[in-house]
């Protein structure tokens, strides 16, 4: 099983700065995808950006020029720089992984959800 931990969520002001980092427990093999996705109350989850294995990266329209996501593999760790913020950006964001790791000595694929933390953005 692979467990997402995140970390990083808070409360901060329009224009401020947070980082999200959420790191895997797991024996990886590799982690293919992984990618932030946040839900507003009484919205549905949306993405807001992934990065591929090679570094390929992909952002939602709303956070582009003002978030960033990186990834550092020999740690199984993904961060979200979240720059110039706005009261729209409050949400929960949660970490998302498609990867391959080791069970046993067998290796599985999957797809796993981090818990969730809170970024709260206040004018």
């Known amino acids: 099983q692979v467990q997402l931990v995140e970390s990083g969520g808070g409360l901060a002001q329009a224009g401020g700065s947070l980082r999200l980092s959420c790191s895997a427990s797991a024996r990886m093999f590799r982690m293919n995808v992984m990618g932030w996705y946040r839900q507003a109350p009484g919205k549905q989850r949306e993405l807001v950006a992934t990065?591929?294995?090679?570094?390929?990266?992909n952002y939602a329209d709303a956070v582009k020029g003002r978030f960033t996501i990186s990834r550092d593999n020999a740690k199984n760790t993904v961060y979200l720089q979240m720059n110039s913020l706005k009261p729209e950006d409050t949400a929960v964001y949660y970490c998302n992984t498609d990867c391959t790791y080791w069970s046993g000595s067998s290796l599985r694929r999957g797809d796993y959800w981090g818990q969730g933390t809170q970024v709260t953005v206040s004018s």
């Open positions: 990065i591929t294995s090679g570094g390929s990266t």
